[in-house]
């Protein structure tokens, strides 16, 4: 199975400011790649996923992320956040061995007026 | 149904006593995903079942944590003598096997404070 690390737990920024979140993940020969969010007392609701094809991939809300193959890593970016976009973050991975998803341990992301 | 349906919502419940969460899954999806969330933590992996394979129990912290899936469907996770430490909200999933790159669709969640 795969692990997946998120190398931020924390990230604090101002409104209309550029977010970018990092993700990695163990190498594998071939990945399917995703993005969660969960909204304060909400539950967990996809962002947007790669399968393949191009590498930048557009979600809801403005987030796009893009795989990189040889640096194992797929991080979320938005160029102009919200206070709406308040929330925690997480990373998922599953590979062509098993059907099982991998989750990073979440970014909680804070946008400041 | 039309999403990951999780019962009950909450659930308040004396330290020793044993407590039943339940998850409906989607209609067709054979897997089935257990996650823990603890205040200011991230998603603790439980337990996976697909279809008729063995679960996947690596996720569980203790032997007082067991889950059942009956007929590939609903699923029961138990916490037999509940400790402080086990309180948390409690997360299913399901998701489309023989699909690659299906996603998984997350339930509402239990939480469960143990006082």
């Known amino acids: 199975a795969q692990s997946v690390t998120q190398l931020d737990s924390q990230v604090p920024v101002f409104e209309e400011a550029p977010v970018e979140l990092r993700c990695n993940y163990s190498?594998?020969?071939?990945?399917?790649l995703f993005w969660y969010v969960q909204y304060p007392n909400q539950g967990l609701q996809l962002l947007l996923k790669y399968l393949s094809g191009s590498t930048l991939v557009k979600g809801i809300n403005g987030f796009e992320a893009e795989f990189n193959k040889s640096q194992t890593s797929f991080h979320l970016r938005k160029p102009s956040v919200h206070i709406s976009d308040t929330a925690e973050y997480f990373c998922?991975?599953?590979?062509?061995?098993?059907?099982?998803?991998?989750f990073g341990a979440g970014t909680t992301v804070t946008v400041r007026a | 149904g039309a999403g990951v349906s999780q019962s009950p919502s909450n659930k308040v419940t004396e330290k020793g006593k044993d407590v039943e969460l339940r998850c409906d899954p989607i209609s067709g999806h054979t897997a089935l995903y257990w996650y823990r969330q603890s205040l200011g933590q991230g998603l603790e992996f439980l337990i996976y079942f697909q279809g008729n394979s063995a679960p996947d129990k690596s996720g569980l912290p203790s032997d007082r944590f067991s889950a059942e899936r009956t007929g590939g469907s609903v699923s029961t996770l138990t916490i037999q003598r509940t400790q402080q430490e086990d309180s948390a909200v409690y997360l299913c999933?399901?998701?489309?096997?023989?699909?690659?790159?299906?996603?998984?669709?997350f339930g509402q969640g239990t939480r469960l404070t143990v006082v």
């Open positions: 190498s594998s020969v071939s990945v399917y």
């Open positions: 999933a399901s998701s489309l096997v023989g699909v690659m790159g299906t996603e998984a669709f």
């Open positions: 998922a991975v599953s590979d062509g061995s098993d059907y099982k998803l991998s």
